[in-house]
């Protein structure tokens, strides 16, 4: 499958990596086709790896992943050219995570409460089946479960398309060794408004347990 | 022991009923001596159970429970004057919950994100030991851990004061079943501006599995 990942940061990085060695075929997307870091990921994964802009990654990508931080997105996007995300399905990852008090983040205050990220994204690919995923666990564990717990823990999305949400849990089961019966369907894209909300929380219990490698498990 | 509430909700009358059962005495506190929902819950509730103002409860109580709504909790604790609540041990169990657009909730805007309930109140009672606790599970789970998953599931505390949230711990240990160990402190009182905001997404939570008996179990 011909996959895009849009930003080349840790997450974006992991994620492509990880869908190499699945066989995929993954363009990494940047502001420019010379992002030092997208040559260098490029030239560690193979000949299925290439890197290029934001818009010759979506254009590439039937599934297009958003790896983005909150403060760049939405002019990430219009640079990519929307047209390039029609009738795709789009996994966005992004965290609208501000810093600027120091730890622990808050969230930008456009993106928080009763408006998210989620919902930004959304609204600037009209035409494109965006599905709010993977944004509240790190990047390792993103790309397998199995390595919390025995894959026992929950996965929380949301989004407008059920299709598209279906689509998107038979994925992360099949190449991140999701269970499907863990992920659970929020509801349409304004729920993104809570699991963006939840990622500052993950820091501070991240600082509590002292590892990023966590996850959360629905008990009853 | 003597113990004060403060509100009348679900929430307040589900905690003093319990208290009431472990041997503690405890006072209802409400905005007027006549409140019909303080004076039911006393009747039903024994010779170990009072009403009075949100002074009056504040004044008998040597521990303190939150448990306002978030519109009406600053008039209530200046109506219940600071100086009854100096060296004691506060729990605060409000969340800031705007129901004005419907479900699911968001936060009141005042207390979101980069200020809390819980931070709100230990300002406004700057000589109380708050610690935030309980606000993200439902009043019978609150009451007794062991309703879900035999008690394995974790609580989220904050508070400026080490030994006021270590005497919370014993004190939730003691009377509500919670496992210590599984009683995460996440650090000084603006933590609660985290424990505060994973409530939307516990509601949706709620929705998606059909029930308000759940909780997390971190899982690494």
Redesign the interface.
């Known amino acids: 499958m011909n996959i895009a990942i849009l930003g080349t940061g840790m997450v974006g990085q992991t994620i492509g990596a990880a869908l190499i060695k699945k066989g995929h075929n993954v363009m990494l997307g940047s502001r420019t086709a010379t992002n030092e870091k997208a040559i260098a990921w490029k030239n560690e994964n193979g000949t299925n790896a290439a890197n290029g802009t934001f818009a010759d990654a979506a254009a590439f990508g039937e599934l297009i992943f958003i790896c983005l931080n909150g403060n760049g997105t939405v002019e990430a996007l219009q640079s990519a050219n929307p047209a390039n995300f029609e009738n795709k399905v789009v996994i966005d990852l992004t965290n609208p995570l501000d810093f600027s008090?120091g730890m622990?983040p808050?969230?930008l205050?456009q993106y928080?409460?009763?408006w998210s990220m989620g919902e930004e994204v959304q609204k600037q690919l009209p035409n494109a089946l965006v599905v709010k995923a993977l944004n509240t666990v790190t990047a390792n564990l993103m790309v397998d479960a199995h390595r919390?717990?025995n894959g026992?823990?929950n996965l929380?999305i949301c989004g407008n398309n059920t299709d598209a949400k279906n689509a998107v849990k038979e994925f992360l089961s099949a190449n991140f060794n999701w269970k499907p019966e863990l992920i659970?369907?929020?509801?349409d894209i304004k729920?993104a408004?809570?699991?963006e909300?939840?990622v500052?929380?993950w820091?501070?219990?991240m600082?509590?347990?002292k590892?990023p490698?966590?996850?959360?498990?629905?008990?009853?």
Do not use: K
């Not at 490698?213 to 009853?220: A, D, G, L, Q, S």
């Open positions: 008090n622990p808050s969230l205050p928080c409460n009763t919390v717990n026992n823990h929380f659970l369907d929020l509801g729920y408004r809570m699991t909300a939840i500052p929380f820091v501070a219990v600082q509590a347990e590892t490698m966590f996850n959360y498990m629905i008990v009853t």
